[in-house]
């Protein structure tokens, strides 16, 4: 009989590291998210040019070939990160690709009557954007943020192949250690389904926090 | 360390090999997904509760948790029960399951938005429920749903890489492989990268006139 107490002080340190990967590559893609998403809406054709590549280029290749080209290809360019780093900032950049797109969709979709309105008000293009256009944009933006964030959380488990310690790894070493493969597995599929439910629960959550006020406003 | 183009012509034949896995992968884990799906958005509707409740909670599983672990599962696990699968097999049925749930959602909504006329008229038809889905309602809700589906299966491409961790020789294998072997890992993962981006810009184009040619729906 396998004494299983030990190991599953292992799986919860991959938890924390899974968590921790998740919160700070999410803090990540919402800056690249709002960068991207702003920018393809830019007047000016270069910020325009950029966003549009920033976010092809990671829409087009897959996290796993971003991570592993982060991983290999950047200390030989003289860029050493440690693989938390390396993970956080390819997650970020991927996730926030996608998500560039939702802010662009979000944006786009407010009327065209509140862009006037702004102007009637003699708002600047911040001032309107900052008061008006994004605060009905984001509530448009956040039910698709919370997807992102669970793929984001499931994207997690590939950087466990660049020797990150998280949940997949941990559950690799138990598998190694003890020869058992069921229970590992078993138990961080169950985690990992519990941190998504988490993350969608939070995200309704905070949706409902944040059209408060706004009744009457959006339909 | 300079970009070397001697070895990108001495390695490209072991990549295009492996190009070849990674495109064979997407097509069979696509087909195997449509078939999942369309099965999946049935057993949802079944007027059995018990059926649809346990295949609904089985997909919403499926898609919260990371597609790596599963594969692990697949490749690990089912052996102990006497279920030995070849690698290329267990990647094929990762990837069908994993993005099965995800065509299953696609397939809802276009069953969703067939006319209820058409289902009133089957029924005047004197059609028994066989002969409506198959004459009816499928040949009309599919073409809609192309395009969504076709996304779907752009993703799962850009997913195939996690296959090597199962030992699957594609793409990404293929290249840690001679990178190992050279010790050079600029020129192998710079190259992953560019035939991911290029085989997906290739396949947004296809995606697009996809949606010129099914998006539409007409009645």
Known sequence: ?219 | MEWDWNFVWQIMPTLLEGVKITILATLLGSVLAAAIGLAIALARRSPNRVLSRSVGFAAEFIRGTPLLVQLYFIFYVLPDFGILLPPMVAGTIGLGLHYGTYAAEVYRAGIDNVPSGQWEAAKACNLNARQTWTHVIIPQAIPPMIPALANYFIAMFKETPLLSAITVLELMNQAKSVANTYYRYVEPMTLVGAFFLVISLFSVILLRWLERRYGRVEY
Request: hydrophobic share 55%; proline share 2%; glycine share 10%.
């Open chain 1, 1 to 219: 009989m396998i004494d299983w107490s030990g190991y599953l002080g292992l799986i919860l340190h991959g938890a924390l590291v899974t968590i921790e990967l998740t919160l700070m590559g999410s803090a990540l893609a919402i800056v690249m998210a709002f960068l991207g998403g702003l920018g393809r809406l830019s007047r000016f054709f270069a910020v325009r040019a950029l966003a549009t590549a920033y976010i092809e280029f990671f829409r087009g290749t897959s996290i796993f070939v971003q991570l592993f080209w982060a991983y290999f290809v950047l200390p030989v360019a003289g860029v050493t990160l440690t693989p938390l780093q390396t993970g956080v900032l390819a997650l970020g950049l991927n996730v926030g690709a996608y998500a560039a797109e939702v802010v662009r969709g979000a944006i786009q979709s407010i009327g065209k009557e509140q862009h006037e309105a702004c102007i009637a008000l003699n708002l600047g293009r911040w001032q309107g954007m900052r008061h008006v256009i994004l605060p009905q944009a984001f509530l448009v933006m956040l039910p698709t943020f919370g997807n992102n964030a669970i793929e984001l959380l499931k994207a997690t488990s590939v950087v466990s192949l660049i020797s990150l310690a998280d949940l997949t790894f941990e559950a690799q070493v138990v598998r190694a250690q003890t020869g058992n493969t069921l229970v590992p597995f078993t138990t961080i599929l169950i985690i990992y389904f519990i941190f998504a439910l988490a993350i969608s629960w939070a995200m309704r959550r905070l949706e409902r926090r944040m059209a408060r006020g706004l009744d009457g406003v959006r339909v």
